[in-house]
């Protein structure tokens, strides 16, 4: 299982509001646009590791204000829209724009009624560590960062799905609530993050990357092998090698001609192979062998196990049992 921990608020009072926001992201002033207005406020989301997301709801038009983040905070609704200030910049986002914080600094924040939003804080050098690992090399703290990430196409696009699908997920019966699937996803918010927004070394992403001799990629290749269960993320697996993410992916496409990830995912299938073919129907379940070796969803994991072995996984468990 993996270290999530959830939060849940639902409150109709401005005290509380302010308070389960101060504890899950930081303190902020938290005020109604019109005296007059119905006051209802929904916040969910988990903390996992390095980064904070939640989903937040508010009936009415309110003024935030935080008079210093601390870390990296991005903030893109669901619905409505949001005047945000911060640094010198104003910046005007709804659905298809994302407001990016930086650690100093004071926000304001203006919101229109019915307004909802996902909340993204990531903790002091997370976003940092994640850059260094893709580049090999150290970069200065704090990264500076643009004000905001168009959502429209390209990186930032996938970045806001990635973000979604984390937040869908991180409940205690979600993918993300296991270990082997947070883990990676947790990683490519951060990388998606950096390929999205602007900042001094985002020209560094798309250099060539320099491609390191097979003893590098052995070493990858034999710890994945020794424990394919293990929760490997891009970084993991490149600090094993001793190269950057970037050299890591390079040394697999041109070595391997596939990908780190595609590589560990045949590894747990023809563990979980064999597995099926020593096992007992009488006491082992095809779910059961699947979340062992990484695959959450048993329908795609029997639909790849047929596309690559050409029989289902119960037919390899049914003919192990004859022998």
């Not at 006051?39 to 903390?47: I, K, N, P, S, W």
């Not at 009624?113 to 150290?138: H, M, N, Q, T």
């Amino acid at each position: 299982m993996s270290d999530l921990v959830p939060f849940s608020f639902h409150e109709f009072d401005l005290d509380d509001a302010r308070a389960a926001i101060a504890a899950n992201y930081f303190p902020t002033t938290l005020d109604l646009g019109s005296s007059r207005s119905r006051y209802e406020f929904r916040f969910e989301g988990t903390v996992d590791g390095p980064l904070t997301v939640g989903h937040a709801w508010y009936t009415s038009a309110m003024r935030i204000g935080i008079e210093e983040v601390g870390s990296v905070y991005v903030n893109f609704p669901s619905r409505g829209a949001m005047l945000v200030e911060h640094r010198h910049s104003v910046v005007d986002i709804d659905p298809t724009r994302a407001a990016v914080f930086r650690a100093t600094g004071a926000v304001a924040m203006t919101t229109s009624d019915d307004y909802g939003s996902f909340a993204v804080k990531i903790a002091p050098r997370a976003l940092e560590d994640a850059l260094e690992a893709i580049l090999g090399r150290p970069v200065p703290t704090p990264l500076e960062v643009g004000p905001m990430v168009d959502l429209r196409a390209g990186p930032g696009r996938g970045w806001a799905r990635l973000v979604r699908l984390l937040a869908a997920e991180s409940r205690p019966d979600g993918l993300a609530a296991d270990s082997i699937v947070a883990s990676p996803l947790r990683e490519a918010v951060l990388h998606g993050l950096l390929r999205s927004v602007d900042h001094p070394y985002r020209d560094a992403l798309d250099a060539p990357a320099p491609s390191y001799g097979p003893r590098a990629l052995r070493l990858v290749v034999e710890a994945v092998h020794a424990n394919p269960a293990e929760d490997f993320t891009l970084a993991g697996m490149a600090r094993i090698a001793h190269v950057s993410v970037r050299t890591l992916q390079e040394m697999f496409r041109r070595y391997l001609d596939t990908t780190p990830f595609q590589h560990l995912r045949q590894v747990r299938l023809a563990r979980a192979h064999e597995e099926l073919g020593t096992s007992d129907p009488a006491t082992t379940t095809i779910g059961g062998v699947a979340r062992r070796w990484g695959f959450t969803h048993t329908g795609r994991f029997a639909a790849t196990y047929r596309a690559h072995y050409g029989v289902s996984p119960s037919t390899t468990m049914r003919r192990g049992m004859r022998r």
